[in-house]
């Protein structure tokens, strides 16, 4: 069984800029939601994609956006950088939306550095 | 204010018990979670429990869950060093997310 991948798992980039970030999701799970964990913060929750569509969305601005695709893995894109989006950028994948189902399971995360 | 509140840091000998406490002030979550990070990597699932049982026993691990009070706690019998980390017991949102408190930073001295 194949775990949740992210890549890259570095990035630096300037204020700014744009950035995406990928996720494959683990095997036999279709849901796959985003995380934004900041240094000595727990993870706050961006969005949820579902059969190709947003599900869900947290307290983040328009410039926080996303893709599902056919295969269920997903990208996290972020406009015009800024220096507070510097954070560990975390992709949970689950079987079903929703929690009541089974649990998320997390990749290792791609780490984002704006200068 | 937070959905779910831990203790910041918790320190043990190795070979001890160390007990992990979490309080939630919603607690309509189906399941509750544990989730283990260590330095500079991703959340780790350690175990979960329906919300509708009292215990759960995992190998080192024992979840109590104690629905009237909202309280979790984690227990890890003979605490190893490799169990240094952070741990998290999210809550579930509305929204199929999972919402996190600053987690509990478990530290073992040898």
């Known amino acids: 069984e194949t775990g949740v991948t992210q890549s890259p798992t570095h990035l630096i980039k300037t204020r700014g800029q744009q950035v995406t970030l990928r996720c494959s999701s683990q095997?036999?799970?279709?849901?796959v939601s985003w995380y934004q964990q900041a240094l000595g913060q727990g993870p706050q929750f961006i969005f949820q994609?579902?059969?190709?569509?947003?599900?869900g969305r947290g307290n983040f601005p328009p410039r926080f956006s996303g893709l599902q695709f056919p295969n269920y893995s997903s990208e996290l894109n972020v406009n015009a950088l800024e220096l507070d989006d510097s954070a560990l950028y975390l992709c949970?994948?689950?079987?079903?939306?929703?929690?009541?189902?089974?649990?998320?399971?997390f990749g290792d995360g791609t780490r984002l550095s704006i200068l | 204010g937070e959905d779910v509140e831990q203790s910041l840091f918790l320190s043990v000998r190795e070979g001890d018990s160390s007990v992990i406490n979490c309080t939630y002030t919603?607690?309509?979550?189906?399941?509750l979670y544990w989730y283990k990070q260590e330095p500079g990597a991703g959340l780790q699932l350690l175990t979960y429990?329906?919300?509708?049982?009292d215990m759960k026993q995992d190998q080192r691990l024992t979840v109590l869950l104690n629905k009237k009070d909202k309280h979790l706690s984690l227990r890890i019998a003979d605490t190893q060093t490799g169990d240094s980390a952070i741990y998290f017991c999210?809550?579930?949102?509305?929204?199929?997310?999972?919402?996190f408190g600053k987690g509990t930073k478990l530290s073992v001295k040898p």
């Open positions: 919603d607690s309509s979550s189906t399941y």
């Open positions: 949970a994948s689950s079987p079903d939306p929703g929690t009541d189902n089974q649990p998320q399971h």
């Open positions: 994609y579902y059969r190709e569509e947003e599900n």
């Open positions: 999210p809550s579930g949102g509305s929204q199929g997310n999972l919402i």
């Open positions: 095997s036999g799970h279709n849901t």
């Open positions: 429990i329906f919300s509708n049982m």
